[in-house]
Antibody, heavy 120, light 107 residues
Framework: EVQLVESGGGLVQPGRSLKFSCAASGFTFSDYAMAWVRQAPKKGLEWVATIIYDGSSTYYRDSVKGRFTISRDNAKSTLYLQMDSLRSEDTATYYC?????????????WGQGVMVTVSS | DIQMTQSPASLSASLGETVTIECLASEDIYSNLAWYQQKPGKSPQLLIYDASSLQDGVPSRFSGSESGTQYSLEINSLQSEDAVTYFCQQHHDYPYTFGAGTKLELK
């Protein structure tokens, strides 16, 4: 059974940093591109970043480019998101999601989400 | 960025009815459209991809179609568990964008 379990969210002040992770199981992690998708409270969904299967290429939405870093450790089957220079508009639930096949940009499995609140 | 205009924002229907939710893409996305269902407090679940392909395990009462840049999700024989929120997503080009969502309620 495919499982994606995020951890590490919380309350952080504007301008500070936060890093959280997503532990994957039930599939060969190193075969799949992975992504982060966020959802602000009572709002819609917003794609944040994608990393290809071996970590050699990454893609970001413009509003997080230069502030967020997506990375992965295939030996640990874990996906990460490092968030720097956080802003109030980054407040959201962040979901780890799997792309079903390399180069196929929808999401077939999602984690339960981790809440990030950026506030002073 | 490709804009996805989803309608209606909310919808009320009775058990057993057929409902349709639509998404209009701001440009041609070549059938690269997915639909998700999100239950309250849960993560989204993939229903349909490539505009009309049903994800494994999804009931056949869900179907997707397209006409030009207009994409539709149809739910036949509405069940109580279908009264949740639905999102479309274009998977044609970066940044991948979602519709604003449709909240489906039971009458």
């Amino acid at each position: 059974e495919v499982q994606l379990v995020e951890s590490g969210g919380g309350l952080v002040q504007p301008g500070r940093s936060l890093k959280f992770s997503c532990a994957a199981s039930g599939f060969t992690f190193s075969d799949y591109a992975m992504a982060w998708v966020r959802q602000a409270p009572k709002k819609g969904l917003e794609w944040v970043a994608t990393i290809i299967y071996d970590g050699s290429s990454t893609y970001y939405r413009d509003s997080v480019k230069g502030r967020f870093t997506i990375s992965r450790d295939n030996a640990k089957s874990t996906l990460y998101l490092q968030m720097d220079s956080l802003r109030s508009e980054d407040t959201a639930t962040y979901y780890c999601a799997r792309h079903p096949t390399e180069g196929i940009p929808y999401f077939d499995y999602w984690g339960q989400g981790v809440m990030v609140t950026v506030s002073s | 960025d490709i804009q996805m205009t989803q309608s209606p924002a909310s919808l009320s229907a009775s058990l057993g009815e057929t409902v349709t939710i639509e998404c209009l893409a701001s440009e041609d996305i070549y059938s690269n459209l997915a639909w998700y269902q999100q239950k309250p407090g849960k993560s989204p679940q993939l229903l349909i991809y490539d505009a009309s392909s049903l994800q494994d395990g999804v009931p056949s009462r869900f179907s997707g179609s397209e006409s030009g840049t207009q994409y539709s999700l149809e739910i036949n024989s509405l069940q109580s568990e279908d009264a949740v929120t639905y999102f479309c997503q274009q998977h044609h080009d970066y940044p991948y964008t979602f519709g604003a969502g449709t909240k489906l309620e039971l009458k």
